[in-house]
């Protein structure tokens, strides 16, 4: 399977704990996006990568939330201190290096916070 | 600001009927335009996207969109629904405006519901 990776698919944590996901992009992908998507709603972006450059972060992107691409390969998002507001699926993203270039997503993560 | 309006919560058709889904959109630029199908708990997967040329864009499944830059419109079609095209659709919009080079907006999406 040569599409994006997520890892975990599903994980519940109670409130307060650290969660970190893991995605794999598309092999010769250099940009990288993390997406929220919440029930009802469409996804929002989070932040994105250019190869290990993070380059964009949105207002969603709160100081408990932190995103790397050491290699400028796989992505980390780690969300500490989780709060029930966080739950929601957390998708990851990738694309060759320029706009109107296709993203393609992965399956997404779920996050549930009790 | 830059958004996307997808007008139609949920919408039913029966099997075999014709579909139009909508999307409006509002960007400060020339945009691209993407239409993305999810399935409950599923990540997305690309229908069709539009960049420049042709206004009307084929894609998969059998759908097709078309662009109106007058009406700020992609509204995507399908001639003859299938029971297995029940799903969420996402209109998102993307492009080199303002600083964000690639990330797409999003609508809320509309649920499509298919009738035997």
């Known amino acids: 399977d040569t599409g994006v990776s997520q890892d975990p698919r599903h994980k519940i944590t109670k409130r307060g704990q650290n969660v970190t996901f893991r995605c794999d992009p598309i092999?010769?992908?250099?940009?990288l996006y993390w997406y929220r998507q919440t029930l009802g709603q469409g996804p929002e972006f989070l932040t994105y990568?250019?190869?290990?450059?993070?380059?964009?972060k949105s207002r969603l992107l709160s100081d408990r939330f932190s995103a790397e691409r050491p290699k400028g390969s796989f992505s980390t998002l780690e969300i500490q201190r989780t709060e029930q507001g966080d739950s929601a699926m957390y998708l990851c993203?990738?694309?060759?290096?320029?706009?109107?270039?296709?993203?393609?997503f992965g399956e997404g993560s779920w996050l549930t916070v009790v | 600001a830059q958004s996307v309006t997808q007008p139609d919560i949920h919408i039913t058709v029966s099997e075999g009927a014709s579909l139009e889904l909508r999307c409006n959109y509002s960007?400060?630029?020339?945009?691209?335009l993407f239409w993305y199908v999810q399935s409950p708990g599923q990540g997305l997967q690309l229908l069709l996207k539009?960049?420049?040329?042709?206004?009307l864009v084929q894609g998969i499944k059998g759908f097709e969109a078309e662009f109106k830059r007058s009406q700020s419109s992609f509204n995507l079609r399908k001639p003859s629904v299938h029971w297995s095209d029940a799903a969420e659709y996402f209109c998102?919009?993307?492009?080199?405006?303002?600083?964000?080079?690639?990330?797409?907006?999003f609508g809320k999406g509309t649920k499509l519901s298919v009738k035997p």
């Open positions: 539009y960049f420049s040329g042709d206004t």
């Open positions: 092999s010769e992908h250099n940009r």
């Open positions: 990568f250019q190869n290990e450059a993070q380059l964009e």
């Open positions: 993203a990738s694309s060759l290096g320029r706009p109107g270039n296709t993203i393609y």
């Open positions: 960007y400060g630029a020339t945009p691209y």
């Open positions: 998102a919009v993307g492009g080199d405006y303002g600083g964000s080079q690639g990330n797409l907006i």
